[in-house]
């Protein structure tokens, strides 16, 4: 059974820093892109940023450049989300994603003073 | 960007109907689209990839179709449980976009 398990959310006030991590399991990593897509309270899904399988390639949303870093590490299977800068506009749930069909629960970010 | 435009925005459906959910992309895109359902408080649940896949262990009530900039997905045999949110995911390019999402609500 694939699980991922998100943790890492919590309230900050803005301009600071969180980093998200998503620890994977029942898949081999190293296979897949992964992602982080968010959900700000009562809208719709907003895609986050990819990752591939080595971590050569990195892509974001315009609005998280140069604030958010992706990482991921295979071997222990893990995937994390350094978020820097922090905005309101950046309260939503969080999700870890392992290609397109595995998703994690979600954790919470609330950037607020 | 390339832009997805999803509707209707919300529908209602009686136990035993078909509805159908439309994507558009604002320009061609293959077939580079999945279907997600999301349930209140629950994270999305992937139901199509490339266009008409579906994925394992998805009941075959759930359809997709279409390529370039028009997609459909096609909900046979309504059941209370298919109450939910529908989103379409555009994968073509980056940045990725997700469709505004529809609520389905079954009377």
């Known amino acids: 059974e694939v699980q991922l398990v998100e943790s890492g959310g919590t309230l900050v006030q803005p301009g600071g820093s969180l980093r998200l991590s998503c620890a994977v399991s029942?898949?081999?990593?190293?296979?897949?892109?992964l992602g982080w897509v968010r959900q700000a309270p009562g809208r719709g899904l907003e895609w986050v940023a990819d990752?591939?399988?080595?971590?050569?390639?990195?892509y974001y949303v315009d609005s998280v450049k140069g604030r958010f870093t992706f990482s991921r590490d295979n071997a222990k299977g893990s995937l994390y989300l350094q978020m820097n800068s922090l905005r309101a506009e950046d309260t939503a749930v969080y999700y870890c994603?392992?290609?397109?069909?595995?998703w994690g629960q979600g954790t919470l970010v609330t950037v607020s003073s | 960007d390339i832009q997805m435009t999803q509707s209707p925005s919300s529908l209602s459906a009686f136990v035993g109907d078909r509805v159908t959910i439309t994507c558009r992309a604002s320009?061609?895109?293959?077939?580079?689209l999945a279907w997600y359902q999301q349930k209140p408080g629950k994270a999305p649940k992937s139901l199509i990839y490339?266009?008409?896949s579906l994925q394992s262990g998805v009941p075959s009530k759930f359809r997709g179709s279409g390529s370039g900039t028009d997609f459909t997905l096609t909900i046979s045999s309504l059941q209370p449980e298919d109450s939910a949110t529908y989103y379409c995911?555009?994968?073509?390019?980056?940045?990725?976009?997700f469709g505004q999402g529809t609520k389905l609500e079954i009377k």
């Open positions: 029942g898949v081999t990593l190293s296979d897949y892109w």
């Open positions: 994603r392992v290609g397109l069909n595995y």
């Open positions: 995911h555009r994968y073509n390019s980056y940045p990725h976009t």
């Open positions: 320009q061609g895109i293959d077939n580079y």
């Open positions: 490339a266009a008409s």
């Open positions: 990752i591939n399988q080595d971590g050569s390639e990195k």
